[in-house]
Nanobody
Framework: QVQLVESGGGLVQPGGSLRLSCAAS????????MGWYRQAPGKQRELVAGIARGGSTNYADSVKGRFTASRDNAKNTVNLQMNNLKPEDTAVYYC??????WGQGTLVTVSE
């Protein structure tokens, strides 16, 4: 079992930045893939960024060049730096491990 706890969401103006963090606990030695998903009202949950244990990353086209995922395997944390935020980035952001375990989600609102 893996437990995930996100932090760092909030309200930000368009063009602003936020940094999300996710702390993993439990059977963390087995984790290779960690990712950030988001779900906006009325929409399906989508993968925003994924990062493997070795550091390779992949991003949704909509966030490339603006979001950066990073990982500290020693601390069992994964972060998502979000820059130049847009209103369409408004969503609940979820941390995921191994496509199986989910955090509780953190709300990001981009608005004037």
């Amino acid at each position: 079992q893996v437990q995930l706890v996100e932090s760092g969401g909030g309200l930000v103006q368009p063009g602003g930045s936020l940094r999300l963090s996710c702390a993993a606990s439990g059977s963390v030695f087995s984790i290779n893939f960690m990712g950030w998903y988001r779900q906006a009202p009325g929409k399906q949950r989508e993968l925003v960024a994924g990062i493997a244990r070795g550091g390779s990353t992949n991003y949704a086209d909509s966030v490339k060049g603006r979001f950066t995922a990073s990982r500290d395997n020693a601390k069992n944390t994964v972060n998502l730096q979000m820059n130049n935020l847009k209103p369409e980035d408004t969503a609940v952001y979820y941390c995921n491990a191994e496509f199986q375990y989910w955090g509780q989600g953190t709300l990001v609102t981009v608005s004037e």
